[in-house]
């Protein structure tokens, strides 16, 4: 190597050198204006949102956000401004012997030193507010059809409202003609349902480990009249009330909820289950609230009193409940999920208890299909049980008898979705492969397809036949 070309070689390495040590005096720097979003959030979100998150908030603190920060937990405010010594923040990370994280190494010397710079020059909050792409003037855009989450038909029958991404397309109930988009916040839509009389769409879904949300819409307006946070998880299996005065539901946090409608307050909050809640109906006369859940509990609770009653049924066997649909005949109610295996049970006592944990108020089971059940319906009339399972099965079974009377290959993929025309003579079908079918019933024959968003190569065709630029 050239005496020149060496020196050039040294040289870059001092200057990189150079710079290396210039970054490290500056992000040290007691004058350097230290960002809450690029420097503290990143530490507290790889060493402390384990148990500082809004699903757990042990000590009854959320790190996830500037404001869950600076509300702070049981030791009160997480911080004082100007002053790291009187935050419990910089307080617990801080010291030989720092007492968080509970049961990991402490912080490094220069996180710790980050966090205390940050409360010194004010613990100020400058987190970016994105600008959101999507709303009711500029809806979701597709390439592919979403797997369809929920699916309901209006009570006159004219209407199937259908979940999307971020929304709810209202289309003809023949799925003809899409007839309204409404958009909401909620990533996933996973439970819909109508007002009695038709006048409210309720909808429940939310953001994985962000939030629930109720939303209630007015269907003639196609306007939202409200939308309610509930919890940090997604809400399941909305239905309403005989009156249509109440809506309940589940979620992921293990409980289930009445809301008043449409003024979306909360009038119980049901914490008896030990896993995911995915389904609520109503007794005949209103009186009670049924639950399902993932810890294969039923569970009646009596909305005057906002007592637990009892649980429905003895959880004797494997897997958990998915979905529940009560007959709208009768206060009975057929429960499916992990097994494959239809339970069909009386929501009240048959006959007294007994030491032997006798499942006394199961009524019949039906033949087992393929596992897991996700969806379950009862014609109008009561007399038909439709169940759709990951398989892509739908099965229909007459109520009374426990073997089905058609099994059909309804999709490829999952069949998450069940529908009945409110006049009996039509089912829908959907799920995994964002298509619906609609079935005529009893037979069970197919008689129409389609895919209820529009794809972008649909907008394009549009466009290029009216000559639009």
């Known amino acids: ?25 500056a992000q040290n720097a007691p004058g350097r204006a230290v960002s809450f979003h690029k420097d503290v959030r990143p530490i507290l979100e790889k060493r402390c949102s384990g148990c500082h998150q809004p699903a757990i908030r042990s000590g009854k603190l959320s790190l996830s956000s500037y404001a869950a920060v600076k509300s702070g937990g049981v030791a009160g405010a997480g911080f004082v401004s100007g002053k790291p010594a009187d935050s419990p923040l910089y307080k617990t990370i801080s010291g030989k012997s720092p007492s968080m994280p509970k049961g990991g190494p402490p912080l490094a010397s220069k996180e710790v030193d980050t966090i205390r710079l940050w409360i010194e020059q004010g613990g100020r909050d400058d987190t970016p507010q994105p600008k959101d792409p999507i709303s009711q003037a500029t809806p979701p855009v597709y390439t592919r059809p979403p797997v369809v989450t929920a699916m309901t038909y209006s009570p006159d029958g004219e209407l199937l409202a259908i979940s999307g991404y971020r929304e709810i397309l209202l289309r003809k109930s023949d799925g003809s003609a899409t007839v309204a988009r409404l958009v909401g916040r909620s990533q996933r839509i996973e439970s819909l349902a109508f007002s009695p009389d ?3 769409l309720a909808a429940v879904g939310g953001n994985t480990c962000r939030f629930g949300e109720l939303q209630i819409w007015d269907v003639a307006a196609r306007r939202q009249v409200k939308s309610q946070e509930i919890g940090f998880d997604v809400l399941y299996g909305v239905s309403f009330s005989p009156d249509g005065k109440l809506v309940a539901f589940g979620s992921a946090e293990k409980s289930a909820y009445l809301y008043s409608v449409p003024e979306c307050q909360q009038l119980l909050k049901f914490d008896n289950h030990s896993d995911w809640v995915f389904g609520t109906t109503f007794s005949r006369d209103g009186k009670n609230m049924v639950t399902t859940s993932r810890d294969r509990a039923i569970k009646l609770v009596e909305i005057a009193t906002k007592n637990f009653v009892d649980d429905v049924n003895y959880q004797v066997y494997n897997g958990g409940y998915n979905a529940i649909a009560r007959n709208p005949m009768s206060d009975e109610v057929a429960v499916g999920g992990d097994e494959g295996i239809i339970r069909y049970y009386s929501i009240y006592k048959k006959q007294a208890r007994t030491m032997n944990r006798e499942d006394h108020n199961l009524v019949r089971t039906y033949e087992k299909m393929p596992p897991p059940i996700y969806a379950l319906a009862f014609s109008p009339d009561g007399a038909i049980l439709a169940a759709g399972s990951r398989t892509g099965d739908l099965w229909l079974f007459k109520t009374g008898e426990t073997t089905p009377y058609a099994k059909i290959k309804a999709q490829d993929g999952s069949v998450h979705t069940l529908a009945w025309h409110p006049k009996g003579g039509q089912l829908a079908v959907s799920g995994f492969d964002g298509s619906v079918r609609l079935y005529e019933m009893p037979a069970g024959k197919e008689i129409s397809k389609f895919t209820p968003v529009p794809l972008a190569q649909q907008l394009t065709k549009s466009i290029e036949a009216t000559g639009a630029k």
């Open 1 to 25: 190597m050239s005496q020149q070309k060496y020196q050039i070689r040294v040289a870059g390495i001092l200057l990189a050198v150079g710079a290396s040590l210039s970054a490290a005096l």
């Open 198 to 200: 038709g006048k409210y």
